[in-house]
């Protein structure tokens, strides 16, 4: 039988990048929106603690963000390239 009455350890407890596992700590309540260690968005995927993860505490429902809409390098030449074409008369 699974012991439900023991304490959880603090270090179960610590918000960590579900990415990587490096723990995520915000400089007074300030949340970072990237992790340091794999650059992963941590806006639209919130660190998680272990004990959030395997279900020992409630954890708040996932925020429901529209994905960031993202221009890389080659979409704006892409798009540069396309404009240029058509004020030239090439389609």
């Known amino acids: ?3 439900t009455a ?3 350890p603090r270090r179960l407890l610590i918000p ?3 990415r990587c596992g490096e723990p995520q700590s915000g400089e007074q309540g300030h949340q970072p929106f ?3 260690r794999c650059r992963n968005d941590l806006y639209t995927d ?3 603690s272990y004990a959030e993860m395997e ?3 409630d954890s708040p429902p996932p925020a429901t963000v529209a994905p960031a809409r993202r221009r890389g390098l080659f979409a704006s030449v ?3 390239l396309r404009r240029l074409g058509v004020k030239l008369g090439i389609r």
């Open 1 to 3: 039988m699974i012991e």
């Open 6 to 8: 023991r304490e959880i």
């Open 16 to 18: 960590r990048c579900t």
């Open 34 to 36: 990237q992790c340091k």
């Open 46 to 48: 919130r660190p998680r």
């Open 55 to 57: 279900g020992l505490i």
């Open 78 to 80: 892409g798009s540069g």
